[in-house]
C-alpha cells in the first residue's frame, strides 16, 4: 500500500512539501515572518522561546525546532538567528542539515539589522527554493509514514465515535508498517495502572506508567489536583464514571496495537509501530511536539470543534458527533458522528477515514490548511529568567 | 478489537464488553439490540450513559473498550443504569496513592 509523497534522505516520506522560515527564539520572529514573504508559499514558524530558558527548557526548545526543521514534509530550512540567544543559529542549522534537508543560516546582528536581514534572508529563501523545486510526488510504502493521533475540545461523544474511529485507522496503519504517535500524558493520569500490560515488553509498559506517574507529580508541585475531581461534575452528569472509562476512551484513538516505544517530548521514534510521547494535554504544544518527532499528517477529534492546525503538517479534524460537523463545517474534514446517529457503522466509517487519510497524505488540503491555520508553541516546564 | 456493529439507540465497543453506551435518551422498558444480547432497560438511561449487557456480581469488573473501567459495588443486572452508585474506579485516592 502506498501514498503520493516526498522521500527524505532520512528514510522517511513526507506529505508536503514546505521550504519553512525558523527562527531561533522570539528575538527574530518577526524577520523571519518578513523573509517568508519573499517566497510564495513559504512558511515562517514565529515562537516565544529560544532564550533565557532554564531547566529542560532550552534543550527541548532546541530538540523541537530541530525536529520541526528536519520534518518529512519539510523541503527546506532557513534558519533565522539573532546573534547572542541560548539557541544558537549554526548549532539548529547543523542539527536540521544532519538529516539531509538543505538549510542556510542569516543573523540579525551580523547583518546589521531588521532590513539587511530581511534582504539578505530573502536571497538565501529564494536560493533554497530554487534548490528544492517544485513538489513532484511519487509513490511511497506507508513504512515511511509517521501519523500522529490528538483529541481536544473533548466531548461526551469522543470515546464512542471517533476516538475508536481514530483507532481503527492506527490499527490500519501499524499494520502496513507506519508509526503512529499518541501523546497527552495528562489525560492517563489516574489510568497509568492500564499502560504496563499494552507495552511490547514489561519494561515499556512500566516506562509508560512511570512516564504518567512523573508529569502527575509535577503538576502536583504547583498545586494542579488533576485526579480528586476527575472525572469532573461535567464528565459524570455525561456518563462518565471513572478515570479509567475517560482516560481509555481517549486511549482508544491509539487503537489496539502494543506500544513499541516511550519518547520525551519532541523525539523522532527510533522503533515502527505505536509510541507513547510525553506531551501535555494542551493542543498546540502536543501537536508540535509531534510534529518535531516526524509526525507528517495528524488526525484529530473534537467534540466542541477547534480550528487548529499546524505549520509543518496536515490535522485532519474529525467531528464526535453531527451537530458539531454541521455548526462548524468550515472546519471539518469527517463526521464521525454518523456512527451515533446510525447513518453509518465503525467499520464503513473506518474504510472511509482511511481513504481520506491517504487521500490528504497524498495531497488533498485539510479544512485547517484551507484556513490557514498554523497554530505553534512549544512545551516549557520552568520559569524564563 | 473488533467492536461490535452499533444501532442507532447504543453502542458497545467491544465484544468483550458487559456495557454499552447509549446515543440517544433510552426509556426504561425498551429493548435495546446488541450483539451481546438483546436487552430490557430496567431504568431511563441517558445518552453517553451505560447500561449492563450480561449480568454482573458484585466486586466484577466493569469492562469497556475490553478493559475494567472500575467494579461492581452492588449486583447489576441486564439493563440496569451502570455509574457512579454501583461501579467504583480501581485507581486508589485521589491524586496521593499509587500501587
Do not use: H
Given at each position: 500500500m502506498h501514498f503520493q509523497g516526498f522521500p527524505r534522505a532520512d528514510g522517511a516520506a513526507g506529505t508536503r512539501h514546505l521550504v519553512v522560515v525558523l527562527p531561533t527564539v522570539a528575538c527574530s520572529s518577526h524577520v523571519a515572518t518578513r523573509i517568508a514573504s519573499a517566497v510564495p508559499g513559504a512558511i515562517a514558524i514565529a515562537h516565544q522561546h529560544g532564550c533565557a530558558q532554564i531547566g529542560d527548557d532550552a534543550a527541548t526548545t532546541f530538540r523541537t525546532l530541530a525536529g520541526i526543521g528536519a520534518s518529512p514534509n519539510v523541503a527546506a530550512v532557513l534558519v533565522v538567528g539573532l546573534g547572542c540567544e541560548q539557541v544558537q543559529a549554526d548549532a539548529l542549522a547543523d542539527a536540521v542539515g544532519a538529516s539531509g534537508t538543505p538549510v542556510a543560516v542569516v543573523g540579525i546582528q551580523h547583518e546589521g539589522g531588521t532590513s539587511s536581514a530581511v534582504a539578505r534572508g530573502a536571497a538565501l529563501l529564494r536560493e533554497l527554493a530554487a534548490t528544492v523545486g517544485p513538489a513532484t510526488r511519487q509513490p511511497c510504502p506507508l513504512d515511511q509514514l509517521i501519523l500522529a493521533t490528538e483529541c481536544g475540545g473533548s466531548d461526551a461523544f469522543s470515546g464512542l465515535t471517533a476516538n475508536p474511529l481514530v483507532g481503527r485507522i492506527a490499527d490500519r496503519a501499524v499494520d502496513a508498517g507506519a508509526t503512529v504517535i499518541v501523546s497527552e500524558t495528562t489525560e492517563f493520569i489516574g489510568a497509568e495502572h492500564l499502560l504496563p500490560p499494552r507495552g511490547v515488553?514489561?519494561?515499556?509498559?512500566?516506562?509508560?506508567?512511570?512516564?504518567?506517574?512523573?508529569?502527575?507529580?509535577?503538576?502536583?508541585?504547583?498545586?494542579?489536583?488533576?485526579?480528586?475531581?476527575?472525572?469532573?461534575?461535567?464528565?459524570?452528569?455525561?456518563?462518565?464514571?471513572?478515570?479509567?472509562?475517560?482516560?481509555?476512551?481517549?486511549?482508544?484513538?491509539?487503537?489496539?496495537?502494543?506500544?513499541?516505544?516511550?519518547?520525551?517530548?519532541?523525539?523522532?521514534?527510533?522503533?515502527?509501530?505505536?509510541?507513547?510521547?510525553?506531551?501535555?494535554?494542551?493542543?498546540?504544544?502536543?501537536?508540535?511536539?509531534?510534529?518535531?518527532?516526524?509526525?507528517?499528517?495528524?488526525?484529530?477529534?473534537?467534540?466542541?470543534?477547534?480550528?487548529?492546525?499546524?505549520?509543518?503538517?496536515?490535522?485532519?479534524?474529525?467531528?464526535?458527533?453531527?451537530?458539531?460537523?454541521?455548526?462548524?463545517?468550515?472546519?471539518?474534514?469527517?463526521?464521525?458522528?454518523?456512527?451515533?446517529?446510525?447513518?453509518?457503522?465503525?467499520?464503513?466509517?473506518?474504510?472511509?477515514?482511511?481513504?481520506?487519510?491517504?487521500?490528504?497524505?497524498?495531497?488533498?488540503?485539510t479544512a485547517a490548511e484551507r484556513l490557514g491555520h498554523r497554530e505553534f508553541g512549544i512545551r516549557r516546564t520552568a520559569p524564563t529568567l | 478489537m473488533a467492536p461490535t456493529p452499533t444501532s442507532r439507540r447504543a453502542i458497545v465497543l467491544d465484544p468483550s464488553d458487559n456495557v454499552a453506551t447509549a446515543l440517544a435518551p433510552l426509556a426504561a422498558g425498551e429493548r435495546i439490540a446488541t450483539a451481546a444480547a438483546t436487552v430490557a432497560l430496567a431504568h431511563d438511561i441517558p445518552p453517553g450513559h451505560k447500561f449492563a449487557v450480561r449480568a454482573i456480581p458484585p466486586g466484577q469488573p466493569v469492562v469497556k473498550y475490553a478493559q475494567p473501567i472500575g467494579r461492581a459495588t452492588q449486583p447489576i443486572a441486564p439493563g440496569h443504569h451502570v455509574h457512579v452508585h454501583n461501579c467504583a474506579s480501581q485507581r486508589a485516592g485521589s491524586g496521593g496513592e499509587h500501587p
Open positions: 515488553t514489561p519494561e515499556i509498559g512500566e516506562q509508560a506508567r512511570q512516564m504518567v506517574l512523573d508529569c502527575e507529580r509535577s503538576c502536583c508541585r504547583y498545586g494542579a489536583d488533576l485526579t480528586g475531581s476527575n472525572p469532573s461534575p461535567g464528565n459524570i452528569e455525561g456518563g462518565l464514571t471513572t478515570i479509567e472509562e475517560k482516560s481509555l476512551g481517549c486511549l482508544a484513538k491509539a487503537g489496539s496495537s502494543p506500544i513499541a516505544e516511550v519518547l520525551p517530548y519532541a523525539q523522532r521514534p527510533a522503533r515502527r509501530g505505536l509510541v507513547l510521547m510525553d506531551t501535555p494535554g494542551n493542543d498546540v504544544e502536543s501537536i508540535a511536539g509531534m510534529a518535531a518527532g516526524g509526525a507528517s499528517l495528524i488526525l484529530f477529534t473534537t467534540g466542541r470543534g477547534t480550528p487548529l492546525g499546524c505549520p509543518v503538517a496536515p490535522v485532519v479534524k474529525i467531528a464526535t458527533n453531527t451537530p458539531l460537523a454541521e455548526r462548524m463545517a468550515e472546519n471539518i474534514d469527517f463526521n464521525a458522528g454518523a456512527i451515533a446517529d446510525g447513518s453509518t457503522t465503525l467499520d464503513k466509517a473506518a474504510d472511509a477515514l482511511w481513504r481520506l487519510t491517504l487521500a490528504v497524505a497524498s495531497g488533498r488540503l | -
